[in-house]
């Protein structure tokens, strides 16, 4: 994908503050009117989330990040030797201009995690995040520039793809332990008529990207959903069985859930699972995940 591109890198602390003390412009609060709802409704689980993030100091303690330290020009350019021995503890997120991938970062970032996003849009990210985040400018201006992403996956242990045409150089995917992939592939090919001549090209994007991650040699999550829809998460229960993603919905709150959760119950191969909101309850993560593991064997 070409155009301008940075790498967004959050540490825990950082976007505490961020979001504390962050002025976001018109657009971004725009692109972020998911977040906003009447307060005589009950929140969204990403409001709680913002809300728990935006505690302010009583927080920072409780996350325990270090404090930002300068890098010098040796330390930006690392020999292979010490790459190989790098500490590998960041999440990728491969769209965070993308809703759900917001989502994500979110979810993330409560969990204390390291996280890395890639960004479209430098300006838009500085003004969200402010002065406590790292941005390193891709020099070609392109995704599929090797120096780009060679910084990009510096570090990083696993990588969500929120949306279909976000993977990029799986060649060099080197020391990655684990790809999560939210796939809608099920909806597009349910499409007939006008909607899928008008829906062929993502269709096409999301059969690449599940063909990509099957072939990378990469342990990988394939979470396949129905319709995505702007309805809160946590309160409805799910349905995992076959077929049932081309008929249902999710809400996206609960699919960026859903990816996070998969983090911590990576498969030893691979995992390709259906999902949409339904009635079974769900009360133990790692349990659902084991069995779905089994039912793929």
């Known amino acids: ?3 301008s591109a940075s790498v967004l890198s959050l540490s825990p602390l950082y976007c505490n503050r961020a979001f504390h003390n962050a002025k976001p412009s018109s657009s971004f609060q725009n692109r972020l009117s998911f977040t906003c709802f009447s307060s005589k409704k009950k929140l969204g689980f990403t409001d709680q989330i913002l809300d728990y993030i935006e505690g302010g100091p009583k927080l920072r303690k409780w996350y325990g ?4 330290l300068e890098k010098d020009g040796d330390e930006l350019n690392e020999d292979a030797a010490s790459e190989e021995n790098e500490v590998r503890d960041a999440v990728l997120v491969t769209d965070g201009d993308n809703e759900i ?3 994500i970062i979110l979810q993330l ?13 430098k300006r838009v990210a500085m003004e969200a995040f402010g002065a406590y985040v790292e941005v390193e400018i891709s020099l070609a201006g392109d995704l599929k520039e090797k120096i780009f992403l060679k ?3 510096r570090g990083v242990r696993a990588v ?3 949306v279909e045409g976000s993977l990029y150089n799986i ?8 790809v999560i992939l939210l796939s809608k592939l099920s909806v597009y090919r349910e499409l007939s008529g006008i909607q899928a001549i008008m829906n062929s090209y993502t269709r096409k994007l999301a059969e690449e990207d599940e063909d990509a991650v099957k072939a990378s040699g990469v342990p990988y999550t394939i979470i396949r959903t129905g319709v995505l829809k702007n309805t809160p998460g946590g309160q409805q229960g799910f349905c995992f069985d076959e077929g049932c993603a081309s008929k249902g919905s999710l809400s996206k709150e609960d699919a960026a859930f859903i990816c996070v959760e998969a983090l911590d119950n990576a498969p030893q191969n691979g995992l390709l699972f259906e999902v949409v909101n339904g009635d079974e309850k769900v009360s133990d993560w790692k349990k659902c995940f084991a069995d779905l593991i089994e039912r793929s064997t």
């Not at 990040?65 to 930002?68: C, K, N, Q, T, Y």
């Open 65 to 68: 990040a270090p404090d930002i």
């Open 151 to 153: 910084k990009a996956f």
């Open 109 to 121: 970032i409560v969990k204390r995690l390291r996280v890395k996003a890639l960004v479209k849009d």
């Open 1 to 3: 994908m070409a155009g």
């Open 160 to 162: 969500i793809c929120p």
């Open 171 to 178: 060649d060099g995917w080197k020391g990655v332990q684990n």
């Open 101 to 103: 991938g917001q989502m």
